[in-house]
């Protein structure tokens, strides 16, 4: 009995059977007392140790893993923060570095400016440190180089003449015995120059631009008008009052005016008068404007017999087709006379003698 009784477990029973009360306070007492020596079981206990250290340790891994995690985030935080500020940092390095390139560039800039300038004061220097005789044969030179333009561009004598009085007094101010052959050859071409007839091409092509100007203004010659004083007199007395005049003086005065605006007299001083349309005037006084600027490039040109022979022309139109009476129309006259009387075609000495004699004065002293 007592083996069956340390056994109940390993009794199974239909699932049908329903024990009776007597029957199962036997039972509950003996199941009782096997969960007891079950929990006297030292495996159960060493299990449930173990299982409580596993849990105790799973605990303790989730605290320290949440503490993990909150730490990894932190330094994550701050790694952001860094690398923020890294970042700025960078950023401002950069913008510094441009900032100091630039200023680099800058000092470069003026580096350069500065070997610049002073090369350009090295190269003063070099110039100022050469002789008196040196610079005093530059000049003279530059002078005789100028007078020579003078002549051959412009034809101007008298600028040619103050250019090699300029070199000659450059020459007598140095003193030196070995510029008196420069300056014999230099009174020689100022002889020459002296000894040309003298003629003012600067002026008269000024007296030429002058009348080009009041070609326009010219009162034509069928426009003139002769002067009667008594006519002028008569106009200039005060008319009578109209209450005063009849019915047939008023009549008579209304016939005279229509009467004078119908009759025109004129008095012409020449064979035959020049009549002409609006549209001629016109081109006469272009083709007068174009006879004087041909006049003006002959001049320049010094082509005397183109000169001569357009001022001869304009002054035939002129004298044809305008108003001899007028002051304008005279003083355009006697301009152009004048100029027709003037020579200008004149022959020009060159003033090689002189150039080649400064050449040869700076060769030979190379050559010493």
Known sequence: MNDIADQPSSVSLPPSFTPSPAVSEPLSSAGHSAWYRAWKNPWLITALMALGLAGWQWVETRVRLADTQQELARRLADSDTVARESRTLSRQAQEQLAVLQGKFGELEGKIAESKSQQTTLENLYQDLARSREEWALAEVEQSVTLAAQQLQLAANVQGAVLALQSADARLAGNSRPQFIGLRKVLARDLDRLRALPQADLPGMNLQLESVISVVDALPLAVDGRP???????????????????????????????????????????RDEPALLAPQQIFFLRENLKLRLLNARLALLAHDQWTFRNELKQARLWVDRYFDN??????????????????????????????LSAIKNFKLGKERK
């Open 227 to 269: 002067r009667d004083e008594a006519k002028s007199v008569v106009e200039a007395a005060p008319p009578p009052s109209m209450a005063s005049l009849t019915f047939w003086q008023h009549l008579a005065a209304d016939f005279w005016g229509e009467l004078r605006g119908l009759i025109r007299i004129q008095r012409f001083d």
């Open 325 to 354: 009476r007028d002051k304008s129309v005279q003083t355009a006259q006697g301009s152009l006379k004048q100029l027709s009387a003037t020579e200008i075609n004149i022959e020009l000495p060159n003033l090689n003698d002189s």
